[in-house]
Protein backbone atom coordinates (compact mmCIF):
# COMPACT_ATOMS: atom_id res chain seq x y z
CA UNK A 1 0.00 0.00 0.00
CA UNK A 2 3.09 2.28 0.59
CA UNK A 3 6.03 2.01 -1.74
CA UNK A 4 9.06 4.31 -1.04
CA UNK A 5 11.82 3.88 -3.94
CA UNK A 6 15.25 5.55 -3.39
CA UNK A 7 13.82 8.57 -1.24
CA UNK A 8 16.00 11.10 -0.21
CA UNK A 9 15.74 14.78 1.10
CA UNK A 10 18.53 17.45 1.20
CA UNK A 11 18.73 20.43 3.03
CA UNK A 12 21.60 22.35 1.60
CA UNK A 13 24.70 20.13 1.93
CA UNK A 14 23.04 18.64 5.12
CA UNK A 15 21.31 15.45 4.07
CA UNK A 16 18.28 14.48 6.65
CA UNK A 17 16.95 11.77 4.27
CA UNK A 18 19.15 9.03 1.78
CA UNK A 19 18.13 6.80 -0.16
CA UNK A 20 15.21 5.28 1.60
CA UNK A 21 13.48 1.95 -0.32
CA UNK A 22 11.12 0.29 1.60
CA UNK A 23 7.10 -0.65 1.08
CA UNK A 24 4.34 -1.37 3.83
CA UNK A 25 2.07 -3.88 2.84
CA UNK A 26 -1.89 -4.52 2.92
CA UNK A 27 -3.31 -4.81 6.54
CA UNK A 28 0.17 -4.27 7.82
CA UNK A 29 1.38 -2.69 11.16
CA UNK A 30 4.67 -1.16 10.08
CA UNK A 31 7.12 0.21 13.49
CA UNK A 32 8.98 3.06 12.15
CA UNK A 33 11.96 3.52 14.60
CA UNK A 34 15.08 5.35 14.43
CA UNK A 35 17.03 7.71 17.29
CA UNK A 36 16.32 11.38 17.11
CA UNK A 37 17.39 13.27 13.58
CA UNK A 38 18.05 9.97 12.14
CA UNK A 39 15.00 11.17 9.42
CA UNK A 40 11.52 9.76 10.51
CA UNK A 41 9.29 12.52 10.61
CA UNK A 42 11.02 14.18 7.56
CA UNK A 43 10.49 10.45 5.72
CA UNK A 44 6.47 10.74 7.22
CA UNK A 45 5.90 14.61 6.52
CA UNK A 46 7.07 13.28 2.88
CA UNK A 47 4.99 9.89 2.64
CA UNK A 48 2.12 12.79 3.61
CA UNK A 49 2.77 14.98 0.92
CA UNK A 50 3.25 17.70 3.35
CA UNK A 51 7.42 17.57 2.40
CA UNK A 52 8.93 17.32 -0.97
CA UNK A 53 11.28 15.04 -1.65
CA UNK A 54 14.81 16.08 -3.35
CA UNK A 55 14.30 12.69 -5.64
CA UNK A 56 12.93 9.49 -5.28
CA UNK A 57 9.38 8.22 -5.24
CA UNK A 58 6.27 7.39 -3.09
CA UNK A 59 3.33 5.55 -4.53
CA UNK A 60 0.20 5.25 -2.27
CA UNK A 61 -2.29 3.13 -2.44
CA UNK A 62 -0.72 2.36 -6.01
CA UNK A 63 -0.66 6.51 -7.07
CA UNK A 64 2.18 8.32 -7.21
CA UNK A 65 2.45 10.77 -4.96
CA UNK A 66 4.25 13.37 -7.31
CA UNK A 67 2.43 12.70 -10.60
CA UNK A 68 -1.43 12.02 -8.33
CA UNK A 69 -1.03 13.71 -5.11
CA UNK A 70 -4.76 14.19 -4.97
CA UNK A 71 -5.62 11.01 -5.37
CA UNK A 72 -2.63 9.73 -3.19
CA UNK A 73 -3.35 11.72 -0.30
CA UNK A 74 -6.78 11.29 -0.28
CA UNK A 75 -6.29 7.17 0.56
CA UNK A 76 -4.15 8.08 3.45
CA UNK A 77 -4.97 9.98 7.07
CA UNK A 78 -1.78 11.61 8.96
CA UNK A 79 -1.21 12.07 12.43
CA UNK A 80 1.77 14.57 12.78
CA UNK A 81 3.47 14.26 16.25
CA UNK A 82 2.62 18.08 17.06
CA UNK A 83 -0.74 17.70 14.91
CA UNK A 84 -1.96 21.58 13.71
CA UNK A 85 -5.30 22.11 15.41
CA UNK A 86 -7.70 24.90 15.38
CA UNK A 87 -7.91 26.01 19.55
CA UNK A 88 -10.81 28.32 18.38
CA UNK A 89 -13.07 25.98 17.29
CA UNK A 90 -14.88 23.29 19.43
CA UNK A 91 -14.13 19.43 18.67
CA UNK A 92 -17.21 18.80 16.82
CA UNK A 93 -16.83 21.74 14.95
CA UNK A 94 -13.19 21.44 14.10
CA UNK A 95 -13.71 17.68 13.07
CA UNK A 96 -16.72 18.92 10.47
CA UNK A 97 -14.41 21.11 9.45
CA UNK A 98 -12.13 18.60 8.49
CA UNK A 99 -14.22 15.88 7.10
CA UNK A 100 -15.75 18.31 4.47
CA UNK A 101 -12.33 19.63 3.64
CA UNK A 102 -11.42 15.72 3.27
CA UNK A 103 -14.73 14.94 0.87
CA UNK A 104 -16.73 13.20 2.78
CA UNK A 105 -20.00 13.69 1.87
CA UNK A 106 -22.81 15.97 3.43
CA UNK A 107 -25.23 13.81 4.32
CA UNK A 108 -22.16 11.52 6.32
CA UNK A 109 -20.80 13.97 7.92
CA UNK A 110 -22.34 14.33 10.80
CA UNK A 111 -22.56 10.79 11.53
CA UNK A 112 -18.90 10.36 9.99
CA UNK A 113 -17.90 12.58 13.44
CA UNK A 114 -19.68 11.05 15.69
CA UNK A 115 -18.41 7.12 14.72
CA UNK A 116 -15.02 8.90 15.31
CA UNK A 117 -15.46 10.78 18.39
CA UNK A 118 -16.92 7.45 19.64
CA UNK A 119 -13.79 5.67 18.69
CA UNK A 120 -11.46 7.83 20.48
CA UNK A 121 -13.77 8.79 23.29
CA UNK A 122 -14.13 12.17 22.74
CA UNK A 123 -18.03 11.93 22.85
CA UNK A 124 -18.03 13.64 26.23
CA UNK A 125 -16.12 16.34 24.59
CA UNK A 126 -17.84 17.20 21.76
CA UNK A 127 -18.53 20.90 22.74
CA UNK A 128 -15.32 21.90 24.73
CA UNK A 129 -13.36 23.83 22.76
CA UNK A 130 -9.86 22.96 21.63
CA UNK A 131 -7.84 25.45 23.43
CA UNK A 132 -9.34 24.30 26.55
CA UNK A 133 -8.28 20.54 25.95
CA UNK A 134 -5.38 18.75 27.46
CA UNK A 135 -2.38 17.44 25.52
CA UNK A 136 -3.09 14.10 26.00
CA UNK A 137 -7.13 15.02 24.15
CA UNK A 138 -5.57 17.09 21.59
CA UNK A 139 -3.94 13.81 20.89
CA UNK A 140 -6.98 12.41 20.66
CA UNK A 141 -8.36 14.75 18.38
CA UNK A 142 -5.30 14.76 16.25
CA UNK A 143 -6.14 10.69 15.54
CA UNK A 144 -9.68 11.16 15.38
CA UNK A 145 -8.95 13.65 12.33
CA UNK A 146 -7.01 10.94 10.80
CA UNK A 147 -9.91 8.48 11.00
CA UNK A 148 -12.18 10.58 9.37
CA UNK A 149 -12.22 9.81 5.83
CA UNK A 150 -11.61 6.10 6.57
CA UNK A 151 -8.61 6.11 3.89
CA UNK A 152 -6.72 2.63 3.08
CA UNK A 153 -3.13 4.20 4.91
CA UNK A 154 -2.66 5.71 8.02
CA UNK A 155 0.53 7.22 9.22
CA UNK A 156 0.72 7.83 12.78
CA UNK A 157 3.83 10.20 14.46
CA UNK A 158 4.46 9.30 17.79
CA UNK A 159 0.34 8.58 18.49
CA UNK A 160 0.56 8.10 22.17
CA UNK A 161 2.66 10.90 22.99
CA UNK A 162 1.01 12.58 26.07
CA UNK A 163 -1.47 10.34 26.83
CA UNK A 164 -2.25 8.40 29.97
CA UNK A 165 -1.73 4.48 30.79
CA UNK A 166 -5.84 4.14 30.28
CA UNK A 167 -5.58 6.47 26.99
CA UNK A 168 -2.15 4.45 25.88
CA UNK A 169 -4.00 0.95 26.06
CA UNK A 170 -7.33 2.49 24.30
CA UNK A 171 -5.32 3.94 21.67
CA UNK A 172 -3.29 1.03 21.24
CA UNK A 173 -6.00 -0.95 21.25
CA UNK A 174 -7.83 0.98 18.49
CA UNK A 175 -4.74 1.05 16.41
CA UNK A 176 -4.46 -3.02 16.30
CA UNK A 177 -8.07 -2.45 15.17
CA UNK A 178 -7.49 -0.45 11.97
CA UNK A 179 -4.19 -2.84 11.66
CA UNK A 180 -6.87 -5.96 10.49
CA UNK A 181 -8.58 -3.86 8.06
CA UNK A 182 -5.67 -1.31 6.64
CA UNK A 183 -2.22 -0.64 6.14
CA UNK A 184 -1.07 1.76 9.62
CA UNK A 185 3.01 2.72 10.10
CA UNK A 186 3.79 3.97 12.98
CA UNK A 187 6.64 6.06 15.01
CA UNK A 188 7.03 5.65 18.10
CA UNK A 189 9.88 6.14 20.88
CA UNK A 190 8.70 3.89 23.13
CA UNK A 191 9.74 0.51 21.59
CA UNK A 192 7.75 -1.82 23.76
CA UNK A 193 4.99 -0.29 21.86
CA UNK A 194 6.05 -1.25 18.84
CA UNK A 195 7.22 -4.35 20.19
CA UNK A 196 3.69 -4.83 21.09
CA UNK A 197 1.51 -3.03 18.54
CA UNK A 198 3.50 -3.92 14.89
CA UNK A 199 4.21 -7.11 12.25
CA UNK A 200 7.26 -5.80 11.38
CA UNK A 201 9.61 -2.93 12.43
CA UNK A 202 11.33 -0.69 10.12
CA UNK A 203 14.99 0.91 11.96
CA UNK A 204 16.90 4.29 10.24
CA UNK A 205 19.54 5.72 11.15
CA UNK A 206 21.91 9.07 9.14
CA UNK A 207 18.60 8.44 6.59
CA UNK A 208 19.45 4.70 5.94
CA UNK A 209 17.39 2.46 6.79
CA UNK A 210 19.98 -0.06 8.59
CA UNK A 211 17.50 -3.05 9.12
CA UNK A 212 13.78 -4.06 8.41
CA UNK A 213 11.72 -7.71 9.64
CA UNK A 214 10.09 -9.13 11.96
CA UNK A 215 10.98 -8.53 15.82
CA UNK A 216 12.52 -12.30 15.20
CA UNK A 217 14.29 -11.25 12.10
CA UNK A 218 15.66 -8.78 13.64
CA UNK A 219 16.92 -10.30 16.62
CA UNK A 220 18.47 -13.22 14.23
CA UNK A 221 19.92 -10.12 12.25
CA UNK A 222 21.91 -8.55 14.99
CA UNK A 223 22.55 -11.59 16.77
CA UNK A 224 21.66 -9.90 19.68
CA UNK A 225 22.61 -12.05 22.66
CA UNK A 226 19.47 -14.81 23.76
CA UNK A 227 19.84 -14.71 27.76
CA UNK A 228 18.11 -16.65 31.11
CA UNK A 229 17.62 -15.68 34.32
CA UNK A 230 18.24 -18.01 37.36
CA UNK A 231 17.54 -17.61 41.09
CA UNK A 232 20.24 -20.36 43.11
CA UNK A 233 20.81 -21.08 46.66
CA UNK A 234 25.13 -20.54 46.67
CA UNK A 235 26.45 -19.63 50.57
CA UNK A 236 29.92 -19.77 48.34
CA UNK A 237 28.82 -17.59 45.40
CA UNK A 238 30.88 -20.38 43.06
CA UNK A 239 27.87 -19.95 40.19
CA UNK A 240 29.08 -16.90 38.69
CA UNK A 241 32.15 -18.60 38.23
CA UNK A 242 30.99 -21.48 36.83
CA UNK A 243 28.91 -19.54 34.68
CA UNK A 244 32.66 -17.72 33.27
CA UNK A 245 33.92 -21.41 32.68
CA UNK A 246 31.09 -22.06 30.25
CA UNK A 247 31.56 -22.23 26.52
CA UNK A 248 28.47 -19.69 25.17
CA UNK A 249 28.05 -17.49 27.97
CA UNK A 250 28.95 -14.45 27.22
CA UNK A 251 28.00 -12.20 30.23
CA UNK A 252 26.54 -12.98 33.97
CA UNK A 253 25.15 -10.25 36.04
CA UNK A 254 24.62 -11.37 39.75
CA UNK A 255 22.58 -9.92 42.55
CA UNK A 256 23.00 -10.78 45.91
CA UNK A 257 19.33 -11.57 47.82
CA UNK A 258 20.68 -12.54 51.19
CA UNK A 259 20.95 -15.66 52.93
CA UNK A 260 22.88 -17.11 50.03
CA UNK A 261 20.63 -16.61 47.31
CA UNK A 262 21.83 -15.63 44.19
CA UNK A 263 19.94 -13.70 41.78
CA UNK A 264 21.43 -14.01 37.90
CA UNK A 265 21.08 -13.02 34.64
CA UNK A 266 22.59 -14.80 31.78
CA UNK A 267 23.52 -13.61 28.11
CA UNK A 268 24.41 -16.34 25.91
CA UNK A 269 27.50 -15.61 23.28
CA UNK A 270 26.51 -15.62 19.72
CA UNK A 271 26.04 -19.12 17.36
CA UNK A 272 25.42 -20.28 20.72
CA UNK A 273 21.90 -22.32 21.67
CA UNK A 274 20.55 -21.38 24.21
CA UNK A 275 18.17 -24.42 26.26
CA UNK A 276 21.81 -26.29 25.42
CA UNK A 277 24.00 -24.10 27.22
CA UNK A 278 21.37 -23.37 30.12
CA UNK A 279 20.70 -27.58 30.44
CA UNK A 280 24.32 -27.86 30.78
CA UNK A 281 24.69 -25.42 33.02
CA UNK A 282 22.28 -25.98 35.62
CA UNK A 283 23.72 -29.46 35.64
CA UNK A 284 27.51 -28.40 36.50
CA UNK A 285 25.47 -26.37 39.33
CA UNK A 286 23.74 -29.20 40.41
CA UNK A 287 27.28 -31.23 40.88
CA UNK A 288 28.73 -28.30 42.54
CA UNK A 289 25.99 -28.39 44.54
CA UNK A 290 24.85 -25.62 44.43
CA UNK A 291 20.47 -25.43 44.80
CA UNK A 292 18.48 -24.16 41.60
CA UNK A 293 15.39 -22.42 42.36
CA UNK A 294 14.15 -21.93 39.29
CA UNK A 295 15.49 -21.06 35.55
CA UNK A 296 12.99 -18.83 32.89
CA UNK A 297 14.36 -17.66 29.31
CA UNK A 298 14.60 -14.19 29.14
CA UNK A 299 13.20 -12.46 25.73
CA UNK A 300 15.93 -9.99 23.77
CA UNK A 301 13.95 -6.56 23.87
CA UNK A 302 13.49 -4.42 20.82
CA UNK A 303 15.54 -1.94 22.72
CA UNK A 304 18.54 -4.62 23.03
CA UNK A 305 18.12 -4.82 19.39
CA UNK A 306 17.60 -0.94 18.59
CA UNK A 307 20.69 -0.40 20.32
CA UNK A 308 22.64 -2.83 18.24
CA UNK A 309 21.93 -1.82 15.12
CA UNK A 310 22.09 1.84 15.70
CA UNK A 311 25.48 1.60 17.71
CA UNK A 312 26.77 -0.37 14.95
CA UNK A 313 25.46 2.18 12.27
CA UNK A 314 27.09 4.89 14.35
CA UNK A 315 30.54 2.58 14.18
CA UNK A 316 30.50 2.31 10.82
CA UNK A 317 29.53 5.81 9.91
CA UNK A 318 32.88 6.79 11.98
CA UNK A 319 35.00 4.65 10.13
CA UNK A 320 33.97 5.60 6.67
CA UNK A 321 34.43 9.13 7.56
CA UNK A 322 37.83 8.26 9.08
CA UNK A 323 38.57 6.64 5.98
CA UNK A 324 37.75 9.44 3.19
CA UNK A 325 39.81 11.61 4.74
Not at 196 to 217: K, M, Q
Amino acid sequence: MIEVSALCKHYGTTVAVADLTFEAKPREILGFLGPNGAGKTTTLRMISGALGPTRGTIRVAGHDLMEEPMRARQCLGYMPEAAPLYPELRVDEFLLFRAALKGVAARQQKATVLEVMRKTNLEDFAQVTIAHLSKGYRQRVAFADALIAKPPVYILDEPTAGLDPNQIRETRALIRALGSEHTVVVSSHILSEIEELCDRALVIHHGHVVAAGTIDELRQGTGASAAFAAVVRDPKQMSPAICRELLGIARVKAQDDGAGVLRLTIDIASGHNRDTVCEELVRRWVAAGIGVLGVEPKAVRLEDIFAALTNEASAAAMKSKEGSR
